[in-house]
């Protein structure tokens, strides 16, 4: 058996001279063939899927600077939603204590 190209990855059906598989968008159908560098990129992005939700996993809450939506204008908030983010500051506060901290400051 020889080696693909140095730097270039092939799946186990390429490497063992099989042909890509036919079939539609549903993947029953014949229609579309998907090559081994298709086949590799759904492989590499669902690899990384799995990577992605077992670093989350360890966490209750993610935290991040996108929003699925426009914020809502001042004032706007429900008790109940300010409630939570209070209950939550509370735990972070309690669990990692940062009133003490100063962030670095950047020259």
């Not at 939570?84 to 901290?101: D, H, I, N, T, V």
Request: proline content about 10%.
């Amino acid at each position: 058996m020889s080696l693909p190209p140095r730097g270039r990855r092939t799946t186990g059906a390429a490497r063992r001279g099989r042909r890509a598989r036919e079939c539609g968008p549903t993947g029953k159908t014949p229609g579309r063939r998907f090559t081994g560098d298709y086949l590799l990129a759904v492989t590499t992005l669902k690899s990384f899927a799995r990577t992605v939700a077992r670093f989350l996993t360890r966490y209750g809450a993610f935290r991040a600077p996108t929003l699925a939506q426009p914020p809502l204008p001042l004032g706007e908030m429900t008790s109940t939603e300010e409630a939570a983010l209070f209950r939550l500051a509370g735990r972070l506060e309690r669990a990692r204590p940062w009133s003490s901290r100063v962030p670095d400051t950047v020259p």
